[in-house]
T-cell receptor
Framework: RKEVEQDPGPFNVPEGATVAFNCTYS??????FFWYRQDCRKEPKLLMS???SGNEDGRFTAQLNRASQYISLLIRDSKLSDSATYLC???????????FGSGTRLLVRP | DVKVTQSSRYLVKRTGEKVFLECVQD?????MFWYRQDPGLGLRLIYF???????EKGDIPEGYSVSREKKERFSLILESASTNQTSMYLC????????????????FGQGTRLTVV
């Protein structure tokens, strides 16, 4: 079983739609959780950290469920510019090693 | 503006060559990482360094070694390049998280696309 698992997609949604991605992780000792965004042929960049209480940044909401070991990302009012691959990232136990999921591809169409 | 710089964007090497990929960060970060990214497999950690001269193996260290002689520089070495090492290589750095401080993000270089022929 992969340490961090994501549905590869693609998720193909119209502009204005709400879309949600889930990511599961296998190591219950993980402490840090992130969503990164990667545009085609570009490097990954931090979208948002995921906190235990859940957090929101504009149209983006991240949730953490420790009991079920998954994190989620909700995007409201999708824009064309949201088209990208979204990477779920978890630290390995108490170290600073960051483990990436394979990514979920989002395509927002006009 | 924070910066992680990888020495080459594109590299073509022959099988059996020794290959050096260089990465420099200007943020005084303690942690540095080397990943490779392949379609369908995502980013896989090759090596990690948390301090000068300190290194830890990641998930796929075979065929690679690293060097961290200075805090700002982390080099990935392919001892004898093989065709299955054709990939996108990404370097990243992050700071040590202080007690009670929020999680720190990793900053990536633009990647080196290595082709081994």
């Amino acid at each position: 079983r992969k340490e961090v698992e994501q549905d590869p997609g693609p998720f193909n949604v119209p502009e204005g739609a709400t879309v949600a991605f889930n990511c599961t992780y296998s190591n219950s000792a993980s402490q840090s959780f992130f969503w990164y965004r990667q545009d085609c042929r570009k490097e990954p960049k931090l979208l948002m950290s995921v906190y235990s209480s859940g957090n929101e940044d504009g149209r983006f909401t991240a949730q953490l469920n420790r009991a079920s070991q998954y994190i989620s990302l909700l995007i409201r009012d999708s824009k064309l510019s949201d088209s990208a691959t979204y990477l779920c990232v978890v630290n390995r136990e108490s170290s600073y090693k960051l483990i990436f999921g394979s990514g979920t591809r989002l395509l927002v169409r006009p | 503006d924070v910066k992680v710089t990888q020495s080459s964007r594109y590299l073509v090497k022959r099988t059996g060559e020794k290959v050096f990929l260089e990465c420099v960060q200007d943020m005084d970060h303690e942690n540095m990482f080397w990943y490779r990214q392949d379609p369908g497999l995502g980013l896989r950690l090759i090596y990690f360094s948390y301090d000068v001269k300190m290194k830890e193996k990641g998930d796929i260290p075979e065929g690679y070694s690293v060097s961290r002689e200075k805090k700002e520089r982390f080099s990935l070495i392919l001892e004898s390049a093989s065709t299955n090492q054709t990939s996108m290589y990404l370097c990243a750095s992050s700071a040590i998280r202080g007690q009670g401080a929020p999680d720190t993000e990793a900053f990536f270089g633009q990647g080196t696309r290595l082709t081994v022929v």
